[in-house]
């Protein structure tokens, strides 16, 4: 079984400390994906990696910058976190696409993050 | 403007009853994809179901099956005899391109289903 795993479960963190959330994943997956979740605007997308120190903006990238120093982890950083950051962030991983559906995303349990 | 749209916040349903979550979505693409995820409360998106735009046959997985219309630009996800442990969120998924391998998803806002004994 795909296992994506994440650093932590639940984060509270005060406005204006650098935050780091690490994600892994075991799959030797070529993609990986940070998305945020909110209440009524489903999961958007922060940041996505499809080689090792690569990496490609998404729909939301203000605010965040991410590493990608290995093939299997994926790290999201928040510089300055601010009390709007304050979200589910959900990290993903795929095969590199080459039509249908097996190449679709994996998910981790999520990083429930409050920010003070 | 939203890519996908699933206009149903929260469902309730009788355990053993079908289910049809709706999704409509909007794109100018030819070749598309659409997924379907459910996301329990222990948070994992796990993903249930596929449909390609060239696809003729309607997708089925067990018991799942995604209601394909395209002229429509639909994508529902039908649930047969619904169970306890079907409540959960779920989402209807886009993919709107991709840069190298890597598929770009846009998710619809989810709806969350409720499963009554």
């Known amino acids: 079984d795909v296992k994506v795993t994440q650093s932590s479960r639940y984060l509270v963190k005060r406005t204006g400390e650098k935050v780091f959330l690490e994600c892994v994943q075991d799959?030797?997956?070529?993609?990986m994906f940070w998305y945020r979740q909110d209440p009524g605007l489903g999961l958007r997308l922060i940041y996505f990696?499809?080689?090792?120190?690569?990496?490609e903006k998404g729909d939301i990238p203000e605010g965040y910058s991410v590493s990608r120093e290995k093939k299997e982890r994926f790290s999201l950083i928040l510089e300055s976190a601010s009390t709007n950051q304050t979200s589910m962030y959900l990290c993903a991983s795929s095969f590199d696409w080459t039509g249908g559906y097996r190449e679709t995303q994996y998910f981790g349990p999520g990083t429930r993050l409050l920010v003070l | 403007a939203q890519k996908i749209t699933q206009t149903q916040p929260g469902m309730f349903v009788q355990e053993k009853e079908a289910v049809t979550l709706d999704c409509t979505y909007d794109t100018s693409d030819q070749s598309y994809g659409l997924f379907w995820y459910k996301q329990p409360s222990s948070g994992e998106m796990i993903f249930l179901i596929y449909q390609g735009s060239y696809d003729e046959q309607n997708a089925t997985e067990g018991r799942y099956s995604l209601n394909f219309q395209k002229a429509r630009k639909s994508a529902n996800l039908v649930i047969s005899a619904s169970q306890l442990g079907d409540s959960a969120m779920y989402f209807c998924a886009m993919r709107e391109g991709r840069v190298q391998g890597a598929q770009k998803l846009v998710f619809g806002q989810g709806t969350r289903l409720t499963i009554n004994p």
């Open positions: 990696s499809y080689d090792v120190k690569m990496k």
């Open positions: 799959m030797d997956h070529e993609n």
